[in-house]
């Protein structure tokens, strides 16, 4: 693409070389490609806090697009994807979700219904639900943390197996049986979620 | 060379300073970087460096701010406001602003007006630009020049309603706000700087009225805001209640259902001097209503226990969403008077694992911190130093249906942000969308703060579920949403920056920016004087460098014309009470000192010349 502002050739750049103006989002970019690390289901974090600091003090209003309405309109934009990269690739979770969303299966979405979670686990999480209730009806707090940490346990092996599901998937991106394990198994983390987060109120005065 | 005079009349010099403006609920500061270096600036004649934030409207139009209106409170509570920061967002309607003070309220409309003597109802909005009207020429009076532009601290707890109210106020005393920043922030930005250090540090900011926590790190140039939380009622006037409601339990008057305000105030009054005292002795005796109480320390720190173990909850949350544990922690920064009760420092020295950094006034770090970044983002030569990147404290979202909130930005996203989600109709043919916008934390829309309301019509008819419209959140550096809305199919859109319900509309800001000019003459008096006066300052001390420097160049006479045109200035600067004398005076010993100053020129210029010869050869 050519800079909008000098006219020269660009690819892959957030701020154009020649001329230092803030540029566009070009179609395809992917959060990977906005914080500049390669695509995968492990990512180092190190790197990570880095590449998001450095990327910041280049794009961010209050150093970029200062004197121009249309590069600051550009840097709001850019900043706004890279601290949404930053969010969803800094932690396991976000990033596995999102990259099955690269995949096609966005499990946020519609998407979402055509996962077929097994009826045992179902049937597992209604069960912890109820028992969790019960315990905070009785104030039974030591049963409501044991509950959150045996949810814990599963949610961390859930995760693993969907990582490992995923990286089959980034290495044959047409294995469909890898895809569709990495999807229950995420769909499965989102019940872990909303038990661990209903667990929280009762749980964070005595923490 | 030839500086002084000359330099009075030089163009590039750049006009107007940038400062930072803590607008506290009970007091307000203002600060600059000075050399590098921010400092607090007086806002009395006295020297005191805190402004009361209280404002009394006079029957005869007058406006008084700071320490002289607080004490008009107690005989014109009506047209005396006080702890205006409370009322700023708020709809008529809230519960909260009822109880607040003896005020009168016009009826109806959707702002909270005081009704006070001498004019109109006024707004809170206009209410907090007076109180930044009287800090913005007291730095103009420190810093000898015009302010234009400022940082204003908001507590981070404070919602889109309550941060545009703020904003607003800002453009009304003619500022433009450079930022709002959060509280917690200035603080970090005052310590972090100053010692240069990197590292992970918490902010316990307990205030008068609210209680914050920030969780910060500084990374190579990059201060990053990792999570805030609070209790936005919550702080040290409840230590004060506290201690009230002992006093009337061990009187028997606790019972006594609705005792007179002046009883409440003259024993919240004991009560707080007695929680000052208690820092450096260990009993106190409390005098109100006729009777005494006596208070030792280990009583009153029992009796605010419970209010710092909620405190605590907040920290532990905050360390939460932040992914650290307690030990990960640099350093621990106090805010707010509150933190120099001695209970609150051992609580935080304990819950922290870390004895708090204490060596800036808790009172004007926020300030201080506000400089810093007022600095930061005006002076081109510290534009490299430290980027701040911060986070929206409270989630926004959408009403969904049955009145649940489909949250599209959760609390402590990094700031700038922005989110979309798809909706559909739920009806045949439906050609209209609501959309409800909502900042808070709960489930129900009913228990969040309500935004905005506005309705995406022109949708195609489509039988229910077909019509597809995206609704976008777009959050800048300062903390303020603007939402569209777009029907994918057709490309129908709406957008607005989210002007809150309980907000003014532009059109009445700049009503009152009229009114302001109109009817505010004395006010323009005063302040075309205070100007001359600045002025006055200029001239003698560049003056009279000039007449010690250069005496060869001055004739006996120009002397004596020079010397009584300064004598004049002088004069006038102390005694005039309007500008057109002084603005005169000032005149006059420009234009029997221009010979003066031409030959001053013409020697700085030869000499340059001369310079330049020498350099050829």
Redesign the interface.
Known sequence: MRCWNCQSEVTGADVCPACGRVLPVAPGTTLFDVLGLPRGVDVDKAELERAYRERSLRLHPDRAGKDDPRERRLSLERTALLNEAYKTLRAPEPRAFYLLKLHGFDLQKDEARAVTVPPKVLEEVLELREQLDSARASGDDEQVSALSDRVRVQSATTLSAAQSALRRLERNPADAAARDEAAQALARLRYHHRFLEAAEGSDEEER | MAGGLLQIHDPLKPRGHAVGIDLGTTNSLVAAVIDGKPRAFPVDDGGALLLPSVVHYGADGSVVVGARARALAASEPTSTIASVKRFMGKGPEDAETRSLGAYRFLEGGPVVRFEVKGGPPVTPIEVSAEILRTLKRRAEAALSGKVEQAVITVPAYFDDAQRQATRDAGRLAGLEVLRLLNEPTAAALAYGLDKGSQGIFAVYDLGGGTFDISILQL????F?VKSTGGDSALGGDDFDRAIATRFLEAHGLAEAVHPDAAAVTELLAAARKAKETLTHEETTQLSALGRTFTVTRGEMESWIAPLLQRTG?AC??ALKDA?LGRGELDGVILVGGSTRVLAVRRFVAQLFGKEPLGDIDPDQVVALGAAVQAD??TNRDR?DEV???DVIPLSLGLETMGGVVEKLIPRN???????AQ?FTTFQDGQNALDVHVVQGERELVTDNRSLARFRLSGIPPLPAGMARVEVRF?V??DGILSVSAKELSTGVSQAITVKPTHGLTDEEIEQMLLDSIEHAEEDIQARQLREQQIEAERILHDARKQLAAFADLLPADERRQVEAGIARVAELRQTATESGALAEAIKALDDVSRPFVERIMNRAVGGLLEGRQVDEV
């Open positions: 990374v190579e140039g990059v990053q909850i532990r949350r992914d930061l983002l534009a980027l701040l990147l996203s990094a700031i700038p942000t922005a989110a798809v777009e800048n550096a």
